[in-house]
């Protein structure tokens, strides 16, 4: 089936970069639970080393996927979206596994009309990376830092958000 493929084909592309890509790296992946089913298809023991995985939390306002947590490595950072009051966006994906909330709610980015083209776009695809910005600034600062640490680094320096959040 499509999502099989999807998963596949994403397995590839993460193998790929554990295998023959550049140290250090941020895969930043916003393809919501297809990412984290990829990821848990490599296993725990392949995601080592100066590399850090941002995954978007989703855009379905539900909880995402803790079933499987135990299999995802701790080199993997899932964000959700937060809005302008600092409460998370109606939309993003919530629970226990949402590691980090970034600005998700009409963040400025480039837009196709033209090479000046300004849009306002929502969703945690637009949280995610500012997410995975901030570890590549945190690897180019300790190039040896290996995912886990990376993805604690992030934690520790996020804000910690209102109890009710998770809750909402």
Known sequence: D???G???AIAEAIDWILRKGSRPAVVALSIDNVALSAIRLLGQADIEGSLSVVVAAGNDASEVECTGAVDLPPGVTIVGAMDSRDEVAGFSGRGDCVDIFAPGV???AAGVA???A???ASGTSFAAPLVAGAAARL???KPGMVGSHVAMALR???RRHAAQAWRS
């Open 2 to 4: 499509d999502l099989t």
């Open 6 to 8: 999807q998963v596949s």
């Open 106 to 108: 009409y963040v400025p």
């Open 114 to 116: 033209s090479d000046a």
């Open 118 to 120: 300004e849009i306002a």
């Open 139 to 141: 690897l180019g600062a």
């Open 156 to 158: 520790a320096r996020a």
